[in-house]
């Protein structure tokens, strides 16, 4: 017989059986489709060498006025500015605080006990001592100046501390020092409160202990936006910050802006008019019970201290309807796109006396998360429960052959962890999530939108920025159990570190390597009438380094069992391939396993001949 073009369409598609999936690809990872053809994602190195503590929540970059590149990543601990190599830690203080016998030691031991009233510290914040009065139990006082993560908390007027320094006797409370309070850390995931108030009323017998929950605790989680070179940066549900580029990265921490709301969901910059805008923030500014999830603030226009609104300026608010939170928003050309919990709605700049128009574009739609959203070239995309959207003048679906696999495997407690990010130079939208077993993100589904194709793997990001000012995007991976020093000395410093690696770089996993494979379904050989015998098989390859391996297997039936026929390693000079593979159907299986190794799949042609009918 003469040689058979195998063809598939591009494309994942989980959606039919695996039978029914034939001449389509049905699994995969690590893999992208451009062109209309498969091939290995890119791979990674580390951008900045050094390791920061937390996990990555918000990640933005941008040039100076003096065309310096600078990165700013929130965490669920910190919040940190890099520059030419250098990072900073520029976490806001909450508290600064001259402490009067502040010391107690206890011999052979390095932890110390810190005596300070009303602190307000929780287990895991950050506190930095300085100005120690003399040495405590053997401990010198340049010793004890140091940062430290806050151990436990004894009572609201006292906290454990851990020194790099063996106390050589028990010594205190004595010696004193200033202790400057880091704000408060938040949680790394969502989580469900527990204990009074947090289910529901005479549902089973007092004293008995919960195993669900109807409240749920928010993790933490910034927005981070430009002020010309400045930076605007909201704690979630918290008071919003600016960090002044001109003042250089050593010791300039971010600053709250003053007048500005202290409890709001997100903030963003209204790029048109220059507002400063918060969204679920306080009716009452200052009054933090006021926070309404619904309501929406702005500054006076290119003066983001002034928010009273009064004739001489632009300051507002506005209450929207529709949805119970407001969950994310984006600007587009001419408008502000805002997702709640049900809905669509924009916000955009009308003048005086209204100064914003708000319109519902959409129900039904909601975002799932902060940064589940995003906009390209006017068109958004946006992750739903269980729905993938776009806007383009209109609501639509996103038609998806991968839903199924996505949604029966996320967990949908870790939506607000949901990341949606822009690869431009392969016309993609990346959503990373959770998958059902995991409280990080470790996967991610991948809609190419020019070519309208879908794909899916594992891969563990936690946020992403596209090219623009670095030359290659940016992405941040967290371990959880990483002990790794970060780039300045913290006494007691707990596990989980975040790294940022430049993506699309290479063809490797910062030196290891990186594994891809796609998978087919089956498809029948000669229509399936009868067994089939493939002798020969011819490759087709571009962009190939290394070796990469195919793996043809058949069955004789759709619920049959399935026969791995051969696994033939092919390199950039293979001409064909000599193979003994027998049954009705047949998939194939396109991998690479190590270092270096780079593909593209073009097409595969077998040699078929009948081999009987049963």
Request: hydrophobic share 35%.
């Amino acid at each position: 017989m003469p040689l058979t073009k195998l063809n598939f369409q591009p494309g994942l598609d989980t959606e039919n059986t695996e039978t029914g999936a034939e001449g389509r690809w049905i699994d995969g990872d690590k893999i992208r489709f451009r062109k209309g053809l498969p091939q290995k994602l890119g791979g990674w190195n580390k951008f900045s060498l050094d390791y920061y503590v937390g996990v990555g929540r918000a990640l933005e970059q941008w040039f100076s006025l003096t065309g310096a590149r600078y990165e700013a990543l929130g965490t669920d601990r910190k919040v940190y500015v890099y520059a030419s190599g250098d990072s900073q830690d520029i976490t806001p203080i909450r508290l600064t605080a001259n402490v009067v016998n502040a010391f107690t030691t206890t011999n052979t031991s390095a932890n110390i006990t810190i005596s300070h009233s009303s602190h307000g510290a929780g287990v895991g914040d950050f506190v930095t001592l300085s100005s120690s009065s003399s040495s405590v139990g053997g401990i010198p006082a340049a010793t004890l100046d140091a940062e430290y993560e806050i151990l436990s908390i004894t009572n609201a007027d006292a906290y454990i501390i851990s020194s790099n320094a063996t106390a050589t006797s028990t010594a205190g409370p004595t010696g004193n020092c200033t202790a400057i309070y880091q704000l408060n850390i938040g949680p790394d995931e969502q989580t469900f409160g527990y204990g009074w108030g947090a289910g529901t009323w005479s549902t089973s017998t007092w004293g008995t202990p919960r195993s669900t929950s109807n409240v749920t605790l928010d993790m933490r989680m910034w927005s981070i936006n430009n002020w010309g070179e400045d930076l605007i940066i909201t704690q979630k549900d918290g008071a919003t910050y600016e960090w002044d580029t001109s003042g250089g990265m050593s010791g300039n921490r971010a600053t709250p802006i003053a007048n500005a709301p202290t409890n709001s969901t997100l903030s963003l910059v209204s790029t048109e008019t220059r507002h400063v805008i918060c969204m679920g923030t306080e009716t009452s500014i200052g009054n933090t019970s006021t926070q309404d999830k619904m309501f929406i603030r702005w500054s006076d226009q290119e003066e983001y201290n002034q928010w009273t609104p009064n004739v001489t300026n632009s300051a507002g608010s506005q209450r929207i309807a529709g949805g119970s939170e407001i969950r994310c928003a984006r600007p587009a050309k001419g408008t502000i796109l805002v997702w709640t919990d049900t809905t669509m709605q924009s916000m955009s700049f009308i003048g005086p006396p209204f100064i914003f128009g708000f319109r519902q574009l959409g129900n039904d739609c909601g975002a799932v998360g902060l940064n589940s959203a995003i906009v390209i070239d006017d068109i958004a995309y946006w992750m739903s429960d269980g729905q993938f959207f776009r806007y383009a003048g209109a609501v639509q679906e996103i038609p998806c052959p991968v839903l199924n696999h996505v949604f029966d495997d996320i967990n949908k407690v870790q939506y607000p962890q949901v990341y949606a990010a822009q690869n431009s130079n392969f016309s993609e939208v990346i959503w990373y999530y959770c998958s059902s077993s995991s409280s990080q993100c470790d996967k991610y589904v991948i809609y190419n939108y020019l070519e309208n194709s879908w794909s899916f793997g594992t891969m563990n990001r936690s946020t992403y920025q596209d090219n623009g000012v670095e030359l290659n995007p940016l992405a941040t991976e967290y371990t959880a159990n990483s002990t790794a020093n970060t780039y300045i000395q913290i006494n007691g410093l707990t596990q989980g570190r975040s790294l940022i690696y430049r993506m699309e770089d290479g063809v490797d996993a910062d030196g290891s390597a990186l594994s891809a494979y796609i998978q087919s379904g089956d498809g029948d050989l000669a229509d399936g009438e009868e067994f089939m015998f493939i002798n020969k098989i011819i490759p087709d390859f571009q962009n190939q380094t290394g070796n990469t391996l195919i793996t043809l297997t058949t069955r004789d039936y759709p619920y049959g069992n399935t026969t791995v026929g051969e696994t033939v390693a092919v390199s950039n000079t293979t001409g064909f391939i000599n193979t003994r593979i027998r049954g009705r159907q047949s998939n194939i299986k396109i991998e690479n396993t190590a270092i270096g190794d780079n593909w593209r799949f073009g097409t595969l042609r077998v040699n078929l001949r009948a081999d009987g009918k049963r």
